[in-house]
């Protein structure tokens, strides 16, 4: 089978570093599903104004290493990347096809603009510039168990970070809200645990350089 990409995403985060580790953990984060010239239509989208979710097919586009080379073990970020799990029973991007499903909150569809149909969504664990393979609208009775067990998600759960940014550098962010909670989540690699060091986000076309101390992220400078 051959895919293509029907569109892309545009997000304000340019790089992995700082990408949410799920879907809808930060729920404020926004971004624009932008289809490619070929599937502008928009008929293609009509219809899909009725619902509130929508899941995406994407492409882990980033990853420098060769799918074919594939591990049957990860190690997920939640277990500390210490212990190995099947990479079927996690959501590891290394995978033998490099493919990611998340759901996102549709916010609002633009038809009416040059690139249009637009989707702006919300929520979304997507790189800017991701490929994504195709859209689909999200259904409760089918899509939605709650009552379902997670494995070692139900027994680990992922703590936040409290987030300090001082008013006079919190001023030059636009979406502040979302940033605290991009930043809430820890970015740092699993290993990293040094309250001296300094970490740098791209983050909407500025560069956030932040210090982590227990529980307690710092935001240092903004650039």
């Excluded at 990853?63 to 080379?69: D, K, Q």
């Excluded at 529980?215 to 650039?223: F, K, Q």
Aim: glycine content about 6%; charged content about 25%; some cysteine.
């Amino acid at each position: 089978m051959e895919i293509r990409p029907v569109a892309y995403f545009v997000s304000p985060l340019k790089t992995k570093f700082g990408i949410p580790r799920q879907s809808g953990i930060c729920s404020e984060l926004r971004g624009k599903i932008v289809f490619a010239p070929e599937y502008r239509n928009p008929d293609a989208v009509r219809g899909l104004e009725e619902f509130d979710y929508l899941w995406l097919v994407w492409e882990f586009s980033a990853n420098a290493r060769n799918t074919r080379e594939w591990s049957p073990t990860v190690r997920p970020p939640r277990l500390g990347g210490n212990e190995r799990l099947g990479v079927f029973a996690t959501r590891s991007p290394f995978r033998p096809n490099p493919l990611g499903l998340s759901s996102a909150k549709i916010e609002s569809i633009e038809l009416d603009s040059e690139d249009g149909p637009v989707i702006n969504v919300l929520g979304a664990d997507l790189m800017d510039g991701t490929p994504i393979y195709d859209i689909k609208p999200y259904i409760t009775y089918s899509d939605s168990h709650p009552e379902a067990r997670s494995g070692f998600v139900d027994q680990n759960s992922w703590k936040t970070l409290e987030v300090v940014i001082p008013e006079e550098l919190l001023s030059r962010v636009k979406s502040k809200s979302a940033l605290v909670q991009v930043l809430s989540q820890d970015p740092r690699p699993q290993y990293h645990d040094d309250p001296d060091r300094i970490y740098g986000m791209e983050y909407d076309g500025m560069d956030v350089r932040f210090k982590v101390s227990g529980e307690v992220l710092t935001v240092v400078e903004i650039v």
